[in-house]
């Protein structure tokens, strides 16, 4: 079992920054990749970026522009969502998951494990 808790939401004025924080703890070791993905109200969830693992290799979504950065701090089991140039679009509720199979994407069906959420609003 794979449990991850997000924290590191918040309000921010548009063009301001969030760092979002997923800590992953328990039976981690089958784990592929680690994504970020956010829902706005009345819309599908979608995803923002991920993160294979072992090789650090990273996804992000069109959307992001590259606005936003995901790494990984193996010593402390986290993965971060560095999210600059925030604009009210960005509200949402930024979620992450984890994957433990041997194929990953930004498609959400493809994650097993969730954490809670944190929120993430952006005023104008």
């Known amino acids: 079992q794979v449990q991850l808790v997000e924290s590191g939401g918040g309000s921010v004025q548009a063009g301001g920054s969030v760092r979002l924080s997923c800590l992953v703890s328990?039976?981690?070791?089958?784990?592929?990749?680690i994504g970020w993905f956010r829902q706005i109200p009345g819309k599908e969830r979608e995803g923002v970026s991920a993160?294979?693992?072992?090789?650090?290799?990273?996804a992000y979504a069109d959307f992001v522009r590259g606005r936003f950065t995901i790494s990984q701090d193996n010593a402390k089991n986290t993965v971060y969502l560095q999210m600059n140039s925030l604009a009210p679009e960005d509200s949402a509720m930024y979620f992450c998951?984890?994957?433990?199979?041997?194929?990953?994407?930004?498609?959400?069906?493809?994650?097993?494990?969730w954490g809670q959420g944190t929120q993430v609003t952006v005023s104008s």
């Open positions: 328990g039976y981690t070791s089958n784990i592929r990749a």
């Open positions: 998951a984890a994957n433990l199979g041997n194929y990953w994407t930004l498609n959400p069906d493809v994650y097993n494990y």
């Open positions: 993160i294979h693992t072992a090789s650090g290799t990273t």
